[in-house]
């Protein structure tokens, strides 16, 4: 869950009073932008992206203009813009029109937790407005925050005394940015950046104002409800599947999926964190979804969270496999009963396929849950195999792969021509 | 801000060695001890542990939890265990996230002995762990987790926290010199179990969560292991996220800690380097520098190797990384080859693939082939045991106010009945509704005959005593209570009880015997067992009935376990020159065992429904047949009881319609029928109806009193309203000569009629609010608490049954009435807006057209039709209810329904 840019994030700055540009949404009028560049001499064109997107203004994303038609040019250009992010490639969706502001330094600031010391941080440079991970350390500073009392002012005074800021920015700095921890702890935040974060002069005065902003949100803290923002803008990249298993989401048990490859040919019920991690590497493009459905979840969510994967993913499914290390307190017999009731009622109104079930799993109820499986399994007429709980995950996954290459080469169609023959 | 440090580190460790974390002396306080997850764990711990559990809290309750080394008391608040002198030095979290750093603070403020903390609890917020972190570091507290299962100590066979070890620990945490420092508590098991593959026990196993914030990390997890005298060697699970690794290796290295001991590391999770959200772990969600491959590094680096390779191993003294947990044992061994050392015990079993359960239908090639192997014991020993269960199973529950056969979808407002709209199943015969709601799944169609044989056969059964009825009608009982007087005698009726038993000798022999449709031979040894409780020698006198019920079993081409194995002990008696005891008892009980064999298999319903099945349709087929109100003009009834057996196979939808009506339905009639029984089903497990039924379930009643409560609970308000609409529709149309209610052409000014009954109802609502009335009563079967407020309003199950008869050119004018009705009111400005006709009206219309004849003819009195309606709505309903009380039955416990004696209130 992350945002960037002032589309959404100058909400959340309004929150805790901390200034950002004047703007407008791609909806303006052309008198709109017009008149806030005649207020500012010059506007920035960003796009807007549904998710914390850095580098934008290294990839040509970031345009300066100072007339109604380059706007409208640049407004062109970005609105549909794809920016290519780490690894992935995200599309944009509007943009924002932002006052210029005038400022002869520019300062990068954010707030997170360090999992070197375990406290949170706050880190802060006043060469920003780059790559932070281009700068030298004598160019930037962490300071942890004692969370009972917030972002101290004399700790801000200290580091910025020490990265050598001109005195006549500390000031307003000190003043303004502990709003950010504010936010940050009391809306449920796990990131929050600002960069650049430019001083503008207002009369005598300085007036830090945040040109751009990035937060990441903890999914685990309900805080982030009582903003309100639009919870659309978090599931840009959130597939149908993932949106309606999302909606089981409660502390007893996981429901957590990623679906990777919806033309993998393995259907994957992973059990706990651990074998989430390691089956999802070993199936690599064969699994259909990446999925952790542990933490001995009730009969109930675990058939919802079955009927839904089957509803989404049944027809692609060669192989499904349900595997896990020796579980401590999920039932297995619960969760097989959940599984495998879902998968008979979704055949009994879907119709049949042949498929082919590989089960690896240890824990409470193993040979009732194994039993149950294999007696629905019996009448469906689905071949399977089911592994003890003391042969290895990794073995397992490597034989679903195998069952996988050969059910999908020929046992399938022949299987189920002979079902088809037998009636 | 000065913080408590613990040299050699930033920050307060209270743990100097891993043999102190846990002991046997440890001491534990459990916080909602009596949640679901702590209720079933705690015990085990606790007995594993030897009894190191002093107190549980539970907030606002006290009690015990039991064990079997005594009971665990419980308090309401840590406050309370303190002041009844439980000494604790360790408290384990069981709460729901945003509750877990409000018991953390009170653990704190209460208990000064207080050396660590475990949170299990998953989705704690990363606001809330870094609070906790504060407070215990002021406090010099120890926190391991959250979303751990805690901490084990295999020498002293203590565990304290979660489930290490699942319900049987002793099975897992062999006592050894490995030491186990893992980010996924299945893991930590997991390397416990197959550790033991190359002769390795554990000392301690933590299980250090994976949440943003890790409280008990690598180096403090190191800096103990290499202080504990037990440990020799350390096993790691690392997910990516994070850079506990680093800090700790930065530690070894630049010797602020000194760790001189092997390591063997897992690092998984490549893929997660793209992702945006955690899947999995809340923690395992990495940035550019803490990704998989990042931790893979720190690690090589530390070992001066690579990746451990077993066609080529090389390790270091140091240790070595491995891509797999199943690498991690043999890892572990050439680490201690290196280091000249030896596993603590002889290797136990292997991790190679051990197939447990396999089909018997697909052969795989030679190459994914492999034997089935016997699981280990104790696993063995449950196979044996749970092979023989068969069908549905349900945890037992409080079903008051629940219901796993109807609800009403929150959607459409329509009822369901096993998932499926009361709108579609009134569209199927009886005899399909009868057995779906049984069976929750629509009969095949080779098994209807079997199915209307049955009712049928059950209809004319004890046709002739119906003392009980005949006094209860001449009494002027309504027709609910003179089916519930016939109903409750029948009790455990010997015939059904016997076809009972004889369904669950079959079914616990085909289970014994491990007998399917693939069985050549029947065992020799289940022949002997039928011979000895199933035959007799002495021939039983012969009724018709259960001559053509043989005559049909034998007959049957059915392709049914259950069926070869009843046809394999009428032929078994037949070569013995025996006979089957209680032979009619037998032919039904197998009849019903055949049909239900299927759903019984798979796992739709439970053994003991099946078993049931021949009271449930005999309690339904005598419903009807008791509901017959001439039985001896009745000529339908006649020819199917009297005399020879004929008809048996007939659809008993058109033997009810004929007992009922004493006519023979037309294809309208049938439809119209099929429409109004299945439109009543079910209304939800809310309605008095059914609560009735399961409150007699919930007594432990005989399934015939469990209708009966359902007939007691029904009475003249039911129906809806559909009563008080005839005699509506009645009043209406008593001048009208309206001769045929389905001829289209009736001849009469309809819109005038409602425009007359509008205008007679807005005069009679003026002079009711004149007199004071604070409610006018209103007119029957019209508006719908939910279906209102727009301008034109629509009950659309109403409206489903509408357009059905306009598909198939089904006309009903007091329908058209009832529409015609709603506008006049909304016309003349008695209602705001147009009303709907709700599904009562339906009801009411349909019963007053199949009975418009009879009526006419001076056949049926008013009251008389007002009873068949009724009775109508009772059949229905009995349907459905059947289903409630199967639900009830199997989840359900004994007094469910009793209302807590907080809730009742006493009124003045």
């Known amino acids: ?126 060469t920003g407005g780059v790559d932070i991970e281009s700068l030298t350390p004598d160019k930037i500073s962490s300071v942890w925050i004692e969370p009972f009392i917030g972002l101290k002012s004399f700790d801000l005074t200290n580091t910025l005394k020490d990265l050598n800021c001109p005195q006549r920015y500390i000031s307003p700095l000190v003043q303004n940015l502990p709003k950010l921890w504010d936010l940050y702890n009391s809306y449920g935040l796990s990131t929050i950046e600002i960069n650049p974060l430019r001083l503008k002069r207002v009369g005598t005065r300085y007036v830090p104002v945040a040109c751009d902003i990035k937060a990441a949100f903890d999914q685990d803290n309900p805080a982030h409800r009582r903003i309100g923002l639009p919870m659309g803008i978090f599931q840009s990249n959130i597939t149908p599947f993932e949106a309606e298993i999302n909606r089981l989401r409660t502390y007893q048990g996981q429901s957590d999926v990623l679906e990777l490859n919806t033309k993998g040919s393995i259907l994957p019920f992973m059990f706990g964190g651990g074998a989430n991690s390691a089956a999802t590497e070993t199936l690599g493009d064969k699994a259909i979804f990446s999925s952790d459905f542990g933490g001995n979840p009730p009969y109930e969510k675990m058939y919802e969270i079955s009927r839904i994967s089957l509803k989404h993913h049944w027809d692609a499914t060669n192989v499904l496999l349900v595997i896990g290390g020796k579980a401590n307190n999920t039932d297995i017999y619960v969760t097989f009963r959940g599984i495998f009731d879902a998968l008979r009622d979704h055949i009994a109104e879907n119709g049949w396929r042949p498929v082919y079930v590989v089960v690896g799993r240890g824990g409470p109820n193993l040979i009732k849950g194994m039993v149950y499986a294999r007696d629905i399994l019996d009448g469906l007429r689905l071949p399977y195999k089911m592994f003890g709980y003391d042969t290895s995950m990794i073995l397992t996954l490597e034989y679903a792969k195998r069952i996988d290459d050969w059910w999908l080469k020929e046992g399938n169609a022949k299987y189920a021509e002979s079902v088809k023959l037998s009636g | ?346 290797s136990q079993g292997d991790l190679s693939l051990k197939l447990w359960l396999s089909d018997n239908v697909v052969q795989v090639p030679p190459k994914l082939d492999m034997p089935m192997i016997e699981p280990l014991e104790p696993y063995a020993e449950q196979l044996g045991v749970v092979n023989k269960q068969v069908g549905a199973q349900y945890l037992r529950q409080s079903m008051s106010d629940k219901s796993g056969a109807s609800r009403i979808d929150p959607m459409s407002h329509v009822a369901q009945l096993h998932n499926r709209s009361i709108l579609d199943l009134s569209t199927n015969t009886l005899e399909e509704n009868i057995y779906f709601s049984l069976a929750k799944i629509m009969p095949e169609e080779e098994d209807l005959p079997t199915i209307n044989t049955l009712l049928n056969l059950m209809m004319r059964l004890d046709s002739d005593e119906m003392v009980a009825v005949d006094r209860a009608r001449a009494n002027g009982a309504t027709p609910n209570a003179y089916l519930a007087s016939e109903l409750a005698s029948i009790g455990n009726r ?171 339905p037309g294809e309208t009639e049938l439809l119209e029928f099929k429409y109004l029984i299945g439109l009543t089903l079910t209304n939800g497990p809310g309605t008095i109806s059914a609560k009735g039924a399961k409150e007699s379930v919930s007594a432990r009643n005989y399934i015939s009193m469990a209708f009966v409560g359902f007939l007691a609970n029904t009475g003249l308000a039911h129906g809806g309203n559909g009563f008080e609409a005839v005699e509506f529709l009645l009043k209406n149309f008593a001048e009208s000569n309206l001769v045929d209610p389905g001829d289209a052409k009736h001849g009469i000014d309809l819109k005038a009629l409602a425009a007359k009954a509008a205008k007679e109802y807005g005069e009679f609502k003026v002079r009711e609010k004149a007199l004071g009335a604070l409610r006018v009563k209103p007119i029957p079967c019209i508006n719908h608490p939910v279906f209102k407020g727009a301008a034109v309003n629509i009950d659309p199950r109403e409206d489903f049954i509408c357009k059905q008869f306009a598909e198939k050119g089904i006309y009903n004018v007091f329908v058209e009435f009832y529409h015609l009705l709603v506008q006049e009111l909304f016309n003349q400005g008695i209602t705001r807006n147009v009303f709907c006709v709700n599904i009562d009206a339906v009801l009411a219309v349909i019963a007053l057209k199949l009975v418009w004849d009879n009526r006419n003819a001076g056949k049926l009195t008013d009251e008389m039709v007002q009873n068949l309606v009724f009775t109508l709505f009772l059949y229905g309903r009995t349907i459905g209810v059947a289903a409630e009380i199967v639900d009830h039955r199997d989840r359900g416990t004994d007094m469910d329904c009793r209302t807590p004696q907080s809730k009742l209130k006493y009124v003045l």
């Not at chain 2, 006290?62 to 406050?79: M, W």
Request: aromatic share 8%; net charge neutral; glycine share 8%.
């Open chain 2, 1 to 346: 801000m000065r913080q408590l440090k613990s040299k050699p580190f930033e920050s307060y460790v209270g743990v100097y060695s891993l043999e102190e974390m846990v002991t046997k002396d440890s001491r534990v306080c459990v916080i909602n001890i009596l949640g679901s997850e702590s209720r079933k764990v705690t015990p085990v711990s606790h007995e594993y542990s030897k009894g190191n559990v002093v107190a549980g809290v539970q907030y606002g309750r006290e009690g015990k939890l039991e064990t079997k080394l005594g009971d665990i008391p419980v308090y309401p608040s840590v406050r309370e265990v303190i002041k009844n002198k439980h000494h604790f030095d360790t408290g384990v979290i069981y709460l729901p996230p945003t509750a877990v750093s409000q018991a953390v603070s009170e653990l704190l403020s209460y208990n000064h002995d207080l050396k660590r903390i475990i949170i299990v609890t998953e989705k704690v917020s990363t606001a809330d762990s870094r609070n906790i972190r504060f407070l215990c570091q002021e406090a010099g507290v120890d926190v391991i987790g959250c979303n751990c299962l805690g901490i084990a100590n295999a020498w002293d066979e203590v565990r304290i926290g979660g489930a290490l070890g699942g319900d049987a620990p002793e099975e897992t945490l062999h006592k050894g010199s490995i030491a186990i420092h893992s980010n996924s508590g299945n893991f930590t098991t997991t390397m416990a179990e197959y550790l033991r593959t190359e002769g390795f026990g554990i000392s301690t196993a933590v299980s250090s969560g994976k949440d943003v914030y890790i409280h008990f990390a690598l180096a403090e997890f190191l800096f103990a292991a290499q202080n504990d005298p037990r440990t020799r060697a350390v096993a790691l699970y690392v997910e990516p996220g994070g850079y506990y690794e680093k800090v700790a290796l930065e530690m070894i290295a630049e010797r602020r800690i000194a760790f001189s001991k092997p390591i063997v590391v897992c690092v998984t999770g490549r893929w997660k380097k793209d992702i945006t959200r955690s899947c999995g772990h809340a923690g395992a969600l990495s940035g550019a520098g803490d990704d998989a491959i990042s931790k893979e590094n720190w690690f090589d680096e530390y070992f001066g190797v690579g990746c451990y390779d077993p066609d080529n191993p090389v390790v270091s003294k140091r240790g070595v990384r491995v891509d797999s947990i199943q690498t991690v044992p043999v890892a572990m061994k050439a680490v201690f080859d290196e280091i000249g050392e030896t596993p603590d015990f002889a």
């Open chain 1, 1 to 126: 869950m992350q945002l960037s840019g002032l589309r959404y994030g100058a909400q959340l700055l309004d929150l805790v009073d901390f200034p950002a540009p004047e703007h407008l949404t791609g909806g303006a009028t052309n008198g709109e932008i017009q008149a806030l560049i005649d207020k500012h001499g010059k506007i920035v064109v960003k796009p807007v992206f549904h998710e914390g997107v850095g580098k934008k203004g290294k990839a040509g994303l970031i345009r300066i203009v100072d007339n109604l038609h380059d706007a409208l040019e640049a407004k062109a250009d970005l609105y549909f813009a794809t920016h290519k992010h780490g690894t992935r490639t995200v599309s944009a969706n509007g943009v924002t029109f932002e006052e210029f502001v005038e400022s002869d330094i520019e300062v990068y600031f954010s707030i997170s937790e360090s999992t070197t010391i375990r406290k949170p941080t706050f880190t802060i440079s006043v």
């Open chain 2, 494 to 664: 010997p015939v059904l009880a016997k076809a009972s038993e004889h369904i669950s000798r079959v079914i616990s022999a085909i289970r014994e015997y491990g007998i399917d449709d693939t069985t050549g031979k029947i065992p020799e040894e289940f022949d002997k067992q039928i011979i000895k409780e199933m035959l007799i020698k002495k021939a039983p006198a012969q009724d018709t009935e259960t001559e053509f019920l043989l005559k049909m079993v034998k007959g049957s081409k059915k392709k049914c376990t259950s069926l070869k194995i009843c046809k394999h002990i009428l032929t078994l008696a037949d070569k013995k020159k025996m006979y089957v005891r209680d032979m009619q008892a037998f032919l039904l009980g197998t009849m019903t065992l055949c049909i239900f064999w299927k759903p019984l298999l798979r796992k739709r319903v439970s053994r003991q429904l099946v078993e049931d099945i021949p009271h449930y349709l005999y309690t339904i087929a005598r419903t009807f047949a008791c509901s017959v109100i001439d039985r001896k003009n009745n000529k339908h009834w006649q020819k199917l009881t009297g005399g020879p057996l004929t008809g048996l196979k007939s659809s008993f939808t058109e033997n009810a319609y004929q007992f009922l009506f004493n006519a023979k």
